[in-house]
């Protein structure tokens, strides 16, 4: 079945250093979106991208989608301590009508 | 936030013995979902429903069962719950399928179950 990995597990940064999170998918996806989980709390939605290549921005937060639609990146610019929590990406498949989640990248900060 | 409770949000419970877990909405969304989360696992589906009495197996489905009778209630069962399902359930809403594409999902505030 379809799987997405995601790497790095864990990252720890200091405060103002940027941070990335990369996501790969054994099948071409039809959309991925990513979440966020503050510790102890629930995952949030933070963005969808659907078309190939494309490249949306949140404030410091950027958000990349592969040319094949097999990968999809995270970056964030020069961190702060409200960023720190666990970032997933989760993909669909083709026609699949579910996400399946990667395993998350836990992001803490030394402020 | 999306307009979704769990209850219980706590549970510890002993091998063997039946588990049910409730997830309620009031957003009228069509779909619902439940998952699981476990360290280093990230978040695997269990189950879904895409309508009244319509439901589907995830990737981690064995042990469980689920119901819709309402479009507002999805309950999720362990019938004989084991140590192995010690883990955070969370449940998740979202309103539609566009053409091809899943909705955006908004989650529960989790429960977390014990199997002793």
């Known amino acids: 079945g379809q799987q997405v990995m995601q790497i790095p597990q864990y990252q720890h940064v200091q405060e103002g250093e940027d941070f990335t999170t990369y996501c790969n998918s054994s099948?071409?996806?039809?959309?991925i979106q990513w979440y966020k989980q503050r510790p102890g709390g629930h995952p949030v939605f933070l963005i969808q991208?659907?078309?190939?290549?494309e490249v949306k921005k949140q404030k410091r937060l950027t958000f990349q989608f592969g040319e094949a639609k097999k990968n999809s990146s995270l970056h964030i610019t020069a961190t702060q301590t409200t960023d720190v929590g666990t970032y997933f990406c989760?993909?669909?498949?083709?026609?699949?009508?579910?996400?399946?989640f990667g395993q998350g990248t836990r992001l803490t900060i030394n402020p | 936030d999306a307009g979704i409770t769990q209850s219980p949000r706590h549970k510890v419970t002993e091998t063997g013995t039946p588990v049910t877990l409730r997830c309620h909405q009031t957003?009228?969304?069509?779909?619902m979902y439940w998952y699981r989360q476990d360290p280093g696992h990230g978040l695997r589906l269990i189950h879904y429903?895409?309508?009244?009495?319509?439901?589907d197996k995830g990737e981690v489905s064995d042990g469980y069962s689920v119901s819709r009778s309402k479009t507002e209630d999805f309950l999720l069962t362990l019938e004989s719950a084991t140590s192995s399902q010690t883990s955070v359930y969370f449940c998740?809403?979202?309103?539609?399928?566009?053409?091809?594409?899943?909705?955006?999902?908004?989650f529960g505030p989790g429960t977390r179950l014990t199997v002793l």
């Open positions: 991208l659907v078309k190939s290549g």
């Open positions: 429903s895409y309508g009244v009495k319509d439901t």
């Open positions: 998740a809403i979202s309103e539609a399928m566009r053409t091809g594409v899943t909705d955006t999902q908004y």
């Open positions: 099948t071409t996806l039809s959309n």
């Open positions: 989760a993909g669909e498949g083709q026609g699949a009508q579910k996400l399946v």
């Open positions: 957003e009228n969304h069509r779909y």
